[in-house]
T-cell receptor, first 114, second 114 residues
Framework: NAGVTQTPKFQVLKTGQSMTLQCAQD?????MYWYRQDPGMGLRLIYY???????DKGEVPNGYNVSRLNKREFSLRLESAAPSQTSVYFC?????????????FGQGTRLTVV | GQQVMQIPQYQHVQEGEDFTTYCNSS?????IQWYKQRPGGHPVFLIQ?????EVKKQKRLTFQFGEAKKNSSLHITATQTTDVGTYFC??????????????FGAGTRLAVHP
């Protein structure tokens, strides 16, 4: 049982390049999330998908787009990367729709924009 | 919007000393969750508190949820080097957000010196 799988694990981009971070979960979870983690800033929610077919903005959505491709997969796209987007990105999933289930996290993607 | 504030940002203790981190929300929470992230790792769920005034224990870790359900604490008794990491609290969003958003505090990074 793989849980939450993120690809790639590491990426270096040049300013202005685009890329898509992939996330897949095999736990049949309804809700999926994208967070970014910067030193001293904790985990900040970028976008989330409460259920298949829905997506909503989180705390820091600017510069990002998401797609809930199906129940398993939730991708995060950077259309024109900026140095301020250098961060560690975590994907997470939760079983239920609602606030009472634990979140499972992927291993993270370390993104550097130069 | 809802904010979850966590203090202190960093705590350095000698092995065997106690440690406490505090979490405060700007709004009443339906529940609060705690996660631990080891250095270089991803957040891992520790526990969830739901009831007003609830206290739960996991070995040397004691978790409390305030009577007003707006604050919480994690206390570690007699820290060990295995306790090193960052501890996050997290709460679901307000009813208007359907409780699907999961907002994290900035975390408390614990360093334990042998």
């Amino acid at each position: 049982n793989a849980g939450v799988t993120q690809t790639p694990k590491f990426q270096v981009l040049k300013t202005g390049q685009s890329m898509t971070l992939q996330c897949a979960q095999d736990m049949n979870h309804n809700s999926m999330y994208w967070y970014r983690q910067d030193p001293g800033m904790g985990l900040r929610l970028i976008y989330y998908s409460a259920s298949e077919g829905t997506t909503d903005k989180g705390e820091v959505p600017n510069g990002y787009n998401v797609s809930r491709l199906n129940k398993r997969e939730f991708s995060l796209r950077l259309e024109s990367a900026a140095p301020s987007q250098t961060s560690v990105y975590f994907c997470a999933s939760r079983a239920g729709v609602g606030g009472f289930t634990e979140a499972f996290f992927g291993q993270g993607t370390r993104l550097t924009v130069v | 919007g809802q904010q979850v504030m966590q203090i202190p940002q960093y705590q350095h203790v000698q092995e065997g000393e106690d440690f406490t981190t505090y979490c405060n929300s700007s709004t009443t929470l339906s529940n609060i969750q705690w996660y631990k992230q080891r250095p270089g790792g991803h957040p891992v769920f520790l526990i969830q508190l739901v009831k007003s005034g609830e206290v739960k224990k996991q070995k040397r870790l004691t978790f409390q949820f305030g009577e007003a359900k707006k604050n919480s604490s994690l206390h570690i008794t007699a820290t060990q080097t295995t306790d090193v990491g960052t501890y996050f609290c997290a709460g679901p969003s307000s009813p208007s957000g359907g409780y699907n958003k999961l907002i994290f505090g900035a975390g408390t990074r614990l360093a334990v010196h042998p």
